[in-house]
T-cell receptor, first 115, second 118 residues
């Protein structure tokens, strides 16, 4: 399977706990994006990497959120001190900067439930 | 500000009917890209099409067709002879130019839930 993969697929945690999600992009893609999707809404942009550099962060990305892509391959998204409002589907996408129009391919997502 | 509006929240049709999903966008960029994605009940977003702002030709792919009109800032999606397997949430998206000038993250509409009944 050469698509975008995400782990875990589901995560249930208690408020105040820290969680970490992983995304493995399509191998030849140098760009990696994180989005958040809540029920009945479209995905909302969180942050984006080109290779290992984090180039943009949305104002939705509070100080409790941090993302890394240490070697320009997989990425992790960590949420510290989770709140019930963090419950959502977290989506990862990848693309190639050479594709011009930035066609992004999405993974299956990690569904986070904060109790 | 850049924005994508999908005014139709839900549409229900009977199999074999044609259906059009509307998308209206706002941007100040002269170069931009528009996308449609399908999100079936399984949840994974599936890329359908990308159009750039300089190409207003309509596109047809099997039962799917897209009508891009810059004059009305619309990028509508038509499914001909709908099938039950077309049931999904469909998202229209606009590519936002990032700080470096290249195309960056996508701005999505709220989606249109299409239900195709047998």
């Amino acid at each position: 399977d050469t698509g975008v993969s995400q782990n875990p697929r589901h995560k249930i945690t208690k408020r105040g706990q820290n969680v970490t999600f992983r995304c493995d992009p399509i191998s030849e893609h140098n760009r990696l994006y994180w989005y958040r999707q809540t029920l009945g809404q479209g995905p909302e942009f969180l942050t984006y990497f080109q290779n290992e550099a984090q180039l943009e962060k949305s104002r939705l990305l509070s100080d409790r959120f941090s993302a890394e892509r240490p070697k320009g391959s997989f990425s992790t998204l960590e949420i510290q001190r989770t709140e019930q409002g963090d419950s959502a589907m977290y989506l990862c996408a990848s693309s190639s900067s050479g594709s011009g129009g930035n066609e992004q391919f999405f993974g299956p997502g990690t569904r986070l439930t904060v109790l | 500000a850049q924005k994508v509006t999908q005014a139709q929240t839900e549409i229900s049709v009977v199999e074999k009917e044609d259906v059009t999903l509307d998308c209206v966008y706002e941007t100040r960029d002269t170069t931009y890209y528009l996308f449609w994605y399908k999100q079936p009940p399984s949840g994974e977003l599936v890329f359908l099409i990308r159009r750039n702002s300089f190409d207003e030709q309509n596109e047809i792919s099997g039962r799917y067709s897209w009508n891009f009109q810059k004059s009305t800032s619309s990028f509508n999606f038509t499914i001909t002879a709908s099938q039950v397997v077309d049931s999904a949430v469909y998202f229209c998206a606009l590519s936002e130019r990032n700080y470096g000038g290249s195309q960056g993250n996508l701005i999505f509409g709220k989606g249109t839930k299409l239900s195709v009944k047998p």
